[in-house]
């Protein structure tokens, strides 16, 4: 499960040398950036996220008042501070930052934090096994994961498909991809999730392609991008 970060510094510079020490960590995923306070609120309250990277001295409002206002969301991200300054670090503690880092930020002193994140997300619920989707009615429906054929991209929401029905899911199939258990459900290609223990067979859909035909009642058949198929077959065990 990736671990979702935004960055915010009033520094392009800055934003760039983070992004790109995070880069050596797979498991980080960067999902927005901002360079005011004001940027960094809208984005925080229109991106699914586990860690904002923000500075102190930001225009407009402190990072320290930022992250006052982040920590008091529901879902509590982690708040690690990157500044120029370590005169902060009693203030930034008392708002319970998960870390204090000072530019320019080393990558051994990241790596810690990335560590330190990765355990904490391990330590979070088990993934859930049971998905909201909209039925035709419009009410709303607990779909057990088993129930789950295959999921396709549908802009902002996914269309979720079981045996012989198809449902509406307002999540992503990104944010679906990141809920459901990696040891059943695969991304096959950039609009499709398979539940792999609903494959009724392997085709051959053309030159180092392959097409998955599933188990459900129109035996669907959905092809497996190019850039999936290594990863497929070893899990397979084609």
């Known amino acids: 499960m990736s671990i979702r970060a935004l960055i915010v510094d009033d520094e392009e510079p800055a934003r760039g040398e983070l992004r790109y020490l995070l880069a050596a960590h ?13 940027e960094a609120l809208g984005l925080a309250g229109s991106v699914r996220y586990d860690v904002v990277f923000l500075d102190i001295e930001l225009p407009g409002m402190t990072g320290l008042e930022v992250a006052r206002l982040v920590l008091d969301r529901s879902e509590r991200p982690a708040v690690v501070f990157v500044t120029a300054h ?3 670090a009693v203030d930034a503690f008392a708002v319970e930052a998960l870390d204090y880092l000072v530019k320019p930020v080393e990558p051994e002193r990241l790596a810690r934090v990335v560590e330190r994140l990765a355990q904490a997300r391990k330590r979070e619920a088990p993934p859930v096994e049971k998905i909201a989707v909209v039925s035709a009615g419009g009410a709303k429906t607990l779909l057990d994961y088993d129930a789950v054929y295959w999921i396709e991209a ?3 929401y996914s269309r979720v498909h079981t045996y012989d029905r198809v449902y509406l899911s307002t999540s992503s199939l990104r944010e679906l991809g990141e809920e459901l258990p990696a040891a059943r459900f695969a991304r096959i290609h950039r609009s499709h999730l398979v539940n792999l223990g609903k494959v009724a067979a392997v085709r051959r859909g053309g030159p180092d392609r392959l097409r998955l035909v599933l188990d459900d009642q129109q035996q669907c058949e959905l092809d497996v991008a190019r850039r999936q198929t290594r990863a497929l077959r070893e899990r397979l065990r084609l």
């Open 26 to 38: 797979p498991e980080v995923e960067v999902v927005g950036e901002a360079a005011t306070a004001g």
């Open 86 to 88: 370590d005169r902060y």
């Open 154 to 156: 549908d802009g902002d």
